[in-house]
């Protein structure tokens, strides 16, 4: 990463955490490394991978002293970084909101795996089964749960080569590099073992057939779906929607609320919010009825917000392209320099 794309990712990175934390000192002299600015180079520090305080000041010194003109020593530093651990956590947490992967129901985490569901009647009464993979683990001498990620996108393509005669792991792998498929040839081998003759790998008679099923979508992948514009959904997402919403009621009622309300906030028909909250507390959609509490705690804000063409957004977007301006002039250029660019820049 060039010290140019440094310099605009903690840039904006600042700006963000400073819109949401702010100045938290209330009495007392000001420190000269304010609270915002120490948060962001302790995210700084994690995103860019060094483990090392020492190491990461040495390099903060050389390649950002222009952004933060002061640093103070290891000890400080490590003094304020721990009084500032609840505004870190904080921080992390915003950043991990405004990602696609915080709305996931499932998480895909490496750690030591737990022993769990020893006998197949209880595997089998697992929500995880069909659609995760339940197996031994040499290494670990144990059973547990686990996912092949990388293969899940061409499990369909996988399924279609093995009923078709292809049982070659290496051969299917080898097509599936070609179409994008990026996993080593193990992965593959894993999840033909349990269709070959007893379940062992060996080829002695004929195996299982393939599921010919399609793979269920994700969580993330319906709800792109159902909050992208039906316009901008190409031919298989928008099937792949249809598919999802007919084959679940709860889905279906979800999908038509989600509309209605794209609806009143496109075409500015507040006054059809209270019709829309009442149909929401009306049906059994758990989800839906915190929406509706927090609405209807300022409902005529709310309704103003989606009826008026008057908003603060202008204000908001000139408030932070300040900041950002004011950011990357801060220990380099006076205030008139400063004033010209926010009459100036675009």
Known sequence: MTNEHLETLLTGLYVKIDDEIGETRCLGRPPQLSDSELVCLAVAQAL????????????ARTSLGAMFPYLPERPGYNKRLRAALPLVKKAVRL??????????????????????????????????????????????????WGLSSRLDPWRDVVNQYWNAGVTNAQEITTELRVLGFTGSVQIVRRYLRPLRPH??????????????????????????????????????????????????????RLHSHIRTFATIMKQRRGANLPAWLDTVDADDLPELHTLATGLRRDLDAVINGLTLEHNSGAVEGAVTRIKALKRQCYGRTNFDLLRLRILLTP
């Open 48 to 59: 860019l991978g060094f483990a090392s305080e020492a190491r990461w000041l040495r390099f």
């Open 95 to 144: 950043l991990a909101t405004d990602t696609d992967f915080w709305f996931d129901n499932h998480w895909v985490v490496d750690s030591t795996p737990v022993p769990c569901g020893m006998s197949r009647p209880t595997v089998k009464r697992s929500e995880m089964a069909g659609w995760a993979g339940y197996g031994y683990c040499a290494s670990h001498s144990r059973f547990f």
């Open 199 to 252: 379940g062992d790998g060996r080829k002695r008679g004929p195996g299982k057939s393939a599921p010919t099923t399609p793979a269920i979508p994700k969580p993330r992948q319906v709800s792109r779906w159902m909050l992208t514009h039906p316009d901008h959904l190409d031919q298989d997402d928008a099937l792949g929607l249809k598919t999802a919403v007919s084959s679940c009621e709860h889905l279906e």
